[in-house]
């Protein structure tokens, strides 16, 4: 199974932009790169998610590097309300069995300071 | 936004008791999940239901566990017997394509708010 590696945690200070990287060097070429984040006592949530190129949405960027072995979730400024684990998940869609399933690792909490 | 409800939110029950936990997938998604997680642990995968029948399992769902689709709408989990160590939060999930049929957005999984159960 492909892995990916992050950073236990990080801190921020709230209206800055935080840079949340993920390696992923086993990474396959039909591996999706998501993106969760679990605030506390709350189900997992979905920010981001990407194959080859740099995505944007509301919540968030993901910068995927050109090998596709690292990514970074961008938030452009942080809140309080981003206080959360964000894990970084790689899913290969079309793949059989529990590869197509969402495995989370331990991801990064992230602590946002007023 | 639509979204996955679960209900209850919390319960208590004693070891060895049924329990059954609920959910209502957001409408018109077709793939379903249950998930769990033990208490400061990883979010751990149970089971995938699609078109009435479970598609992929882990080894954690074994035989005291089952799920069902018991209507258009609801989704639900079943412990037959439960143990101290089922004590948990279990999340249901959906998501309108789970085969990546359809690229994007479609293979998003949306959560619940989870089931808190405590296995006393």
């Known amino acids: 199974d492909a892995k990916t590696t992050q950073p236990n945690s990080m801190e921020s200070n709230e209206e800055e932009p935080v840079h949340l990287p993920c390696n992923h060097s086993t990474i396959s070429g039909t591996d999706y790169i998501h993106w969760y984040r679990q605030l506390p006592s709350q189900g997992p949530e979905y920010v981001i998610h990407g194959l080859t190129s740099n995505v944007n949405n509301r919540m968030a960027s993901l910068a995927i590097a050109e090998d596709r072995k690292s990514s970074t979730l961008i938030l452009h400024r942080a809140t309080l309300r981003d206080a959360a684990v964000y894990y970084c998940?790689?899913?290969?869609?079309?793949?059989?069995?529990?590869?197509?399933?969402?495995?989370f690792g331990s991801g990064t909490q992230l602590t946002v300071l007023p | 936004e639509p979204e996955v409800t679960q209900t209850p939110s919390h319960q208590v029950t004693q070891m060895g008791q049924e329990v059954i936990l609920r959910c209502v997938p957001i409408s018109n998604h077709l793939y379903f999940y249950w998930y769990r997680q033990i208490l400061g642990q990883k979010v751990e995968f149970l089971v995938s239901f699609y078109n009435n029948e479970i598609s992929e399992k882990s080894e954690i769902f074994d035989d005291q566990f089952s799920v069902e689709r018991p209507d258009g709408s609801n989704f639900t989990l079943k412990i037959r017997s439960t143990k101290l160590e089922d004590s948990a939060m279990y999340f249901c999930?959906?998501?309108?394509?789970?085969?990546?049929?359809?690229?994007?957005?479609?293979?998003?999984?949306?959560f619940g708010e989870g089931s808190w159960l405590t296995v006393v």
């Open positions: 999930a959906s998501s309108e394509d789970g085969q990546g049929i359809i690229l994007g957005q479609g293979n998003t999984i949306y």
């Open positions: 998940i790689l899913r290969d869609p079309i793949s059989s069995g529990s590869a197509r399933q969402l495995t």
